[in-house]
């Protein structure tokens, strides 16, 4: 085939099956691993080379941003912009700023951390080379896939048949 | 049958085939003409409000606060339960919540959607309800954030975001399931939108995983700030009935309680009518009524400790309030919410009642009626005797009241209805991952 490849996929019929070959993927020293899962599969990203997980961050991030921005905006507008004396209340008042300062912490850090998972996970991508598998299909239903990126495809080919998996296709680019 | 003797293809299939192919029940078709009709009333009975203003309703002074803020406040804490089951008890790993998160959670976002209407519709100018929302204007006016309304804006608005975002994200690889396995193009075309073509790679299971743990984190505080806030626009002001310190714990626990009740309310027809009774099983509705009964007492504690506020405060006006409360105009109202809420669920104690599907439905129907009177005589009882006899007043409900609350129950069965229809009504990923777990055991 002269066709340029994505890769070459397997698939396995379960997640200890997918977890060991994308073990042995990785010692056997292939870079371009990647797995899917129908559902969440506990130490699999670590398997594939995941080495740091950012949403945690980003949600701290956006929290961060969020309680401080919102309480300077309030800050801003009683104190600077628009002080005017409600109940003989000091301008900065800052108690009654603290509500408003929580709910914007929160969706901040809800809204950075959603937007930042899409982001991180190259999402929304409607068309994926992996879609052209017509048996990706059970990804999201039963069966556990290990794609190799690597050339030569057909030692990876042939790599992948030595895990006995339940059948191997090429990707399409 | 329990979860062992599922796989993850049966699990899927049975969840997903719910949606895709299975052809409509006809109580599903009859309910969903009733409560589009009922759909239609609401929205009407909006326009006709808009043209017409609040004269239509029976507030007045001294009750400017009629049936649309006791809706915003029902409605509010009915929505609270799904994200304390989402939420709070993937905390705590209670795994048995897996079959009824998500139809809660969509529970929530509706009920949520609902609640936001009510303080809108009850302004008298509803057309100026974003001036409440800081934004560069050339009045270069700001809003007052000492005002509890204020706050009220922001924690409905935020729970209703975040709420979403967590039901969204849940969703993601169940839409991608759907787009999979649906038999036609302009299905796999919808769904595969919506799925924003998740492929269940596992560094982005990984992200998703890790995200959907924080959004638990954080609804988890957010949904006791949004009924506390709440109970503020009432408990800032001095009106006797209103002022008191135990009300957001009381609120919060008033919130889960009614919530719990709806969630049996929906969950145990689901069940039934979908066959779904090896997935919600006797044990979730003995859970969700173990709930009940506790967050039942909670409640009953804060009707006990306002009764003996207002004679420990010694304020004759507290007294008063509350004298009128047990045995004034709205008295029977008063009576029947205690029945409802505090005596009725003391069923609960006994095993055949918390195991007794139908049982649970009437109760949870009860509880229901109980916690909107409740909020009803917080809300109107409080208000109609002013502090001067000169200004004392009766609310009496007119038609339209009654269309605005007969419409928005429509309302929310109508969404309930779609979801039901259009979404898995139980998280498929997390049934397989469930069944994972089963099996490595």
Redesign the interface.
């Known amino acids: 085939m002269s066709e340029k490849l994505y890769g070459v996929i397997a698939e396995f019929a379960s997640?200890?099956a997918l977890l060991d070959a994308?073990r042995r993927a990785r010692t056997a020293g292939y870079r371009g691993v990647?797995?899917?899962?129908?559902?969440?599969?506990d130490g699999?990203?670590e398997?594939?080379g995941?080495r740091r997980?950012?949403?945690?961050a980003l949600?701290f991030g956006g929290?961060l941003l969020g309680g401080l921005g919102g309480f300077f905006?309030?800050w801003y507008?009683?104190v600077v912009?628009?002080p005017?004396n409600?109940?003989g209340?000091p301008p900065n008042?800052w108690p009654?700023?603290i509500?408003?300062t929580?709910?914007?912490t929160?969706?901040a850090?809800?809204?950075v951390?959603?937007l930042?998972?899409?982001f991180?996970?190259g999402?929304?991508?409607?068309?994926?080379p992996?879609?052209n598998v017509r048996e990706?299909?059970?990804?999201?239903?039963?069966r556990f896939f290990l794609c190799l990126r690597a050339a030569p495809h057909d030692e990876a080919r042939r790599f992948l048949a030595g895990l006995q998996p339940m059948g191997i296709w090429d990707v399409p680019q | 049958m329990s979860v062992r003797a599922w796989?993850?293809?049966s699990v899927?299939?049975k969840i997903a085939d719910i949606v895709l192919t299975r052809p409509s029940h006809w109580v599903w078709i009859g309910g969903f003409l009733l409560t589009f009709a009922g759909t239609g009333l609401f929205f009407s009975a909006i326009v006709y409000l808009f043209i017409t203003g609040v004269g239509i309703w029976g507030v007045n002074i001294p009750v400017a606060w009629g049936f649309a803020i006791t809706n915003f406040v029902w409605w509010i804490g009915i929505g609270h339960a799904g994200t304390f089951i989402s939420a709070f008890l993937l905390l705590l790993r209670q795994r048995w919540r897996t079959s009824i998160n998500r139809f809660a959670e969509a529970m929530t976002l509706f009920a949520a959607g609902i609640a936001g209407i009510f303080p809108i519709l009850h302004l008298g100018r509803p057309w100026f309800f974003y001036w409440i929302v800081?934004y560069p204007n050339a009045m270069?006016?700001?809003?007052?954030?000492?005002s509890a309304l204020?706050?009220d804006l922001?924690?409905i608005?935020?729970y209703l975001?975040?709420s979403l975002?967590?039901w969204y994200?849940g969703l993601i690889?169940d839409l991608?399931?759907l787009?999979?396995?649906a038999a036609t193009r302009a299905k796999r075309v919808v769904y595969?939108?919506f799925a924003?073509?998740?492929?269940?790679?596992?560094?982005?299971?990984?992200?998703?995983?890790?995200?959907y743990l924080?959004?638990a984190g954080?609804?988890t505080?957010?949904v006791i700030?949004v009924h506390s806030?709440v109970s503020?626009d009432f408990a800032v002001n001095i009106v006797p009935g209103y002022h008191s310190t135990v009300f957001p714990p009381y609120f919060v626990a008033g919130a889960l309680f009614s919530g719990f009740a709806m969630v049996l309310t929906l969950a145990i027809p689901m069940r039934y009518f979908f066959r779904l009774e090896d997935f919600i099983t006797l044990r979730h509705l003995e859970n969700a009524a173990k709930i009940l009964l506790a967050t039942g007492w909670i409640v009953a504690y804060g009707y006990l400790i306002e009764t003996f506020t207002a004679y420990y405060s010694g304020d004759q006006y507290e007294i008063a309030m509350i004298e009128d409360r047990m045995f004034g105009f709205y008295a029977p109202l008063y009576w029947s919410l205690l029945s409802c809420n505090v005596l009725a669920p003391q069923v609960l104690w006994w095993r055949r009642a918390r195991r007794s599907a139908w049982g649970l439905f009437a109760l949870s129907i009860v509880v229901n009626l109980g916690m909107w009177t409740e909020r009803m005589v917080i809300v109107i009882q409080s208000m109609h005797r002013d502090f001067l006899p000169s200004a004392w007043g009766l609310f009496i409900p007119t038609v339209w009241d009654w269309i605005f609350l007969g419409g928005s129950l429509a309302f929310f069965a109508f969404l309930f209805l779609l979801f039901l229809r259009f979404l898995p009504a139980i998280s498929i990923?997390?049934m397989?991952?469930l069944v994972?777990e089963e099996k490595?055991r």
């Open positions: 997640a200890e994308a990647e797995a899917y899962a129908p559902f969440p599969v699999l990203a398997a594939v995941m997980n950012w949403i945690a949600v929290g905006m309030q507008s009683a912009s628009y005017i409600s109940g209340k008042s009654a700023f509500p408003v929580f709910e914007l929160v969706l850090a809800a809204l951390g959603f930042g998972m899409l991180l996970n999402l929304p991508r409607l068309y994926h992996v879609f990706f299909d059970l990804a999201s239903r039963n | 796989t993850y293809a899927s299939d800081p270069e006016l700001w809003p007052q954030w000492r204020v706050w922001f924690a608005s935020t975001v975040v975002l967590f994200t690889p991608a399931t787009r999979d396995r595969g939108l924003l073509g998740w492929r269940g790679e596992a560094r982005h299971w990984a992200r998703h995983e890790f995200l924080l959004l954080l609804a505080p957010l700030s806030v503020l990923s997390e397989r991952k994972h490595s």
